[in-house]
């Protein structure tokens, strides 16, 4: 699962996509999960330092969803006015029945993206995939050297993602790249751009690394100076004024730079939900961080209870939950108070506002983070690949130092 695959763009192009989908439901409205996002595996071939999927997956690897499950819940979140399906993981091609759910999502009239890392797509499986009426296709990059991309996601898959990304151009996809940027790669900001533009690319999206998961633990690691990170969106947007190109560049500035925070998933229960591996249903990918919550799982609770009446679900929507300075702020509507496992996994209080905003008693934890990624001792702590082995380590108690942190003192 790459990261900021669901921003707000995508939330943009899923009412934009309703509009033109023979859709069961007419006009969006704000409740309605018009966003599923199937993570439907957490197995991974590749190892990212990045990798959005829990830090704990391993619990999730032995009993995922059957075909049939995903088939009816897909028809489940149809109903709800699902639209928009991602298929992601993990590596969702580890599946083989991949090419089932694309049929039965087309018969239900969903808009589908298969978000993948290339590794096991097939002139055979892209051909079924065309046939079945995939819609769309992401591919993550890593960077224009051999070298960054081997390292960062610990595997040698360099040549093959150009193979990958050919051939999803010669079968007449958009070609649509996500490059997760961080300290490795932030650099080559303008040759990244030039790769992209060679692969004929009509879409990229630059994805700022979001600290959650395994990019929380290597935070140090990974995080770019502000300064690097100006210089990469200038580069960005003088690609997008002084080029003739049709690609579409996507920067997603990274919050931490920010003084405000992002509003979140475009609220908590509003129109993402994420179905994972083993069934949860969530309204965001990290929100079993959050402590004290039980999330429903599709194989014993139905999907309209879970959406509209669950406690999991009701717990964060609107912002009748906010305390001080959320409560009373003025800009509340615009960032529901950010990101309520941000806020967890950083200050210990699931309903403090996120740290990210300078009117946060918080924000001192951010400014911290921004000053230990200049620090050249935390920056030599090995990085803690994401792997199967790392995940036993840290469902084992190992690496509670890197987990626990970043939290406030009291
Ligand atoms: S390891 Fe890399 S490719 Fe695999 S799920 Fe994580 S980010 Fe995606
Ligand atoms: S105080 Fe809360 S609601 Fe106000 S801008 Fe900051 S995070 Fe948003």
């Given at each position: 699962m790459t990261q900021n695959s669901l921003g707000e763009s995508a939330v943009q192009k899923a009412v934009q996509s309703q509009q033109v989908n023979n859709g069961v439901l007419a006009s969006a409205t704000q409740t309605q999960p018009l966003w599923l996002l199937a993570e439907i595996t957490y197995r991974c071939p590749l190892h990212c330092a990045f990798c959005y999927n829990p830090t704990d997956y391993d619990k999730h690897?032995?009993?995922e969803l059957s075909t049939e499950q995903w088939i009816q819940t897909l028809r489940d979140a149809r109903r709800l006015g699902a639209i928009q399906l991602g298929i992601s993981g993990g590596e969702p091609l580890l599946r083989d029945d991949i090419e089932d759910i694309v049929i039965e999502a087309k018969k239900l009239g969903y808009y589908s993206n298969l978000i993948t890392s290339g590794v096991g797509l097939t002139e055979k499986r892209i051909q079924a995939f065309k046939e079945g009426g995939l819609d769309h296709i992401q591919l993550s990059m890593h960077d224009i050297t051999e070298e960054i991309n081997n390292f960062i996601t610990n595997t040698k898959t360099f040549e093959l993602k150009k193979k990958v990304a050919a051939m999803i151009k010669n079968h007449g996809y958009p070609m649509v790249l996500?490059?997760?940027?961080?300290?490795?790669?932030?650099g080559h900001m303008k040759e990244i751009l030039e790769m992209a533009e060679a692969l004929g690319a009509d879409y990229i999206e630059l994805a700022n690394t979001q600290y959650y998961g395994w990019s929380?633990?290597?935070?140090?690691?990974?995080?770019?100076t502000k300064e690097q990170v100006e210089e990469a969106e200038r580069i960005a947007n003088a690609h997008r004024a002084n080029t003739n190109s049709k690609m579409k560049i996507f920067f997603v500035v990274p919050d931490y730079f920010a003084e405000r925070p992002k509003k979140c998933m475009n609220g908590w229960g509003e129109?993402?939900?994420i179905v994972t591996a083993n069934g949860d249903v969530l309204p965001c990918h990290s929100a079993r961080v959050l402590p004290n919550m039980k999330f429903p799982n599709v194989k014993?609770?139905?999907l309209g209870w879970t959406w509209?009446?669950?406690?999991a679900?009701?717990?964060?929507?609107?912002?009748?939950?906010?305390?001080?300075p959320c409560r009373s702020c003025s800009e509340k509507a615009n960032d529901l108070g950010g990101c309520r496992c941000q806020s967890f996994l950083l200050t210990g209080d699931a309903e403090a506002a996120d740290p990210v905003c300078t009117k946060s008693p918080h924000r001192h934890l951010i400014d911290q983070a921004i000053e230990d990624a200049k620090n050249p001792q935390l920056q030599a702590q090995p990085i803690v690949f994401r792997n199967d082995k790392n995940s036993k380590k840290i469902i084992e108690g190992e690496f509670q130092e890197r987990l626990t942190e970043f939290h406030a003192l009291p």
């Open positions: 690897t032995q009993n996500n490059v997760v940027i961080h300290r490795y790669n932030i929380l633990v290597n935070r140090s690691q990974l995080m770019p129109v993402f939900m014993d609770s139905d509209k009446d669950s406690p679900f009701n717990q964060y929507r609107g912002d009748a939950w906010m305390k001080e």
